[in-house]
């Protein structure tokens, strides 16, 4: 009885193993950061390129993507610049901002920065703050 009891747990763990894959997973939002404007470009064949320096004073773009969708109208995104001279935490919130998304898959804006260093952007839905969609590092230099 025990053997029979063992071989059936084993096919039902096997049997849930093998089509545990085909199950959906949970898809997280897309985070691109890039130089140019993703959709000035009407070029099929090239594709967007991320970037991860930037020169001072230039402009940098990024675009939010949800395959299922946000959950509500509005998100927040921060830009966080990180201190290395500062001895505990060292990280500064250099915009906080809430946008109404006009399209429910996805939002693409622009920003510019003054300061060389190293920079988060996160990216809230407004429903739940404490949980981010998506976050990208990047970096500032000089010319």
């Known amino acids: 009885m025990k053997k029979l009891s063992s071989i059936l747990i084993l096919v039902i763990l096997l049997f849930l193993c093998q089509y545990s894959y085909a199950w959906p997973k949970k898809q997280k939002p897309a985070l691109y950061i890039t130089a140019v404007n993703p959709f000035e ?9 991320l970037h991860s320096v930037f020169k001072i004073n ?5 675009l939010i993507y ?3 969708g946000f959950k509500s109208d509005y998100i927040k995104y921060q830009i966080v610049k990180q201190d290395d001279k500062a001895f ?13 998304l006009k399209n429910k898959n996805y939002y693409c ?9 190293k920079y988060f952007l996160q990216v809230f839905d407004i429903t739940d703050l404490n949980t981010e969609l998506a976050v990208g590092a990047f970096r500032v230099v000089d010319e």
């Open 41 to 49: 470009d009407k070029n099929y064949d090239t594709q967007i390129v």
């Open 58 to 62: 230039s402009r940098i773009y990024f």
């Open 66 to 68: 949800n395959p299922k």
């Open 88 to 100: 505990v935490g060292g990280y500064t919130r250099i915009r906080n901002k809430t946008v109404r």
């Open 109 to 117: 804006d622009y920003f510019v920065l003054s300061e060389t260093g």
